[in-house]
């Protein structure tokens, strides 16, 4: 598709994080039986839902601007989404690590939707879209406290790996 005004290219922009959202709340949903920390199960359980509401938002800021939503292949997502199925295919080792590559991807996952958020905030802040700015500042703000959740679980969860593994520090190391 030619984007050739500023308006297409926000919508353009619009439509991809949209198709993202669709990409990444099925990959959680493929994510969850997977799990087994009851820390990352809450986790997915809590963002499964945001997602939905992230779709619902994204209709609304389409309806704002008398717009149809619609999916624009996301490229980016669908390479973060194949990339966490590869390695969740390749973990074969203890539940804990299984764990550990959700989190990794579900941490890839909230990075790229901020990047994306936060770019399409400025430009609806520069054209003076105020009620877009405000509907795309409540997603934004659930993926950065997703984001947070995900790097404060890290320990934990590596924690819990190194001792499935029997490779946990002891404290004369
Ligand atoms: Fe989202
Ligand atoms: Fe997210």
């Known amino acids: 598709m030619a984007i050739k005004s ?5 919508l ?17 949903q493929e994510m969850l039986p997977e799990a087994t920390s009851p820390t990352v199960i ?9 997602t939905e509401e992230h779709i619902t938002t994204l209709e609304e800021v389409f309806n704002l601007l008398d ?6 292949k996301c490229a980016g997502a669908a390479g973060i989404v194949t990339e966490g199925q590869k390695t969740l295919k390749e973990v074969s ?24 958020y936060r770019m399409l905030i400025t430009g609806a802040e520069q054209m003076g879209q105020t009620e877009v700015v405000q509907l795309l500042t409540r997603n934004l703000k659930q993926e950065e406290q997703t984001a947070k959740l995900i790097e404060q679980s890290a320990p934990e969860l590596f924690q819990q790996a190194m001792k499935a593994e029997g490779t946990g520090r002891t404290a004369s190391a």
């Open 6 to 10: 500023l308006q297409e290219k926000f």
């Open 12 to 28: 353009h922009g619009l439509g991809d994080i949209y198709d993202a959202e669709h990409q990444f709340l099925e990959a959680q």
């Open 67 to 72: 717009e149809t939503a619609e999916r624009v």
């Open 93 to 116: 080792g203890t539940p804990q690590l299984v764990d550990l590559a959700i989190s990794g991807s579900c941490g890839k996952v909230e990075h790229y939707e901020i990047a994306n």
């Open 42 to 50: 809450s986790l997915l359980e809590t963002h499964i839902a945001q």
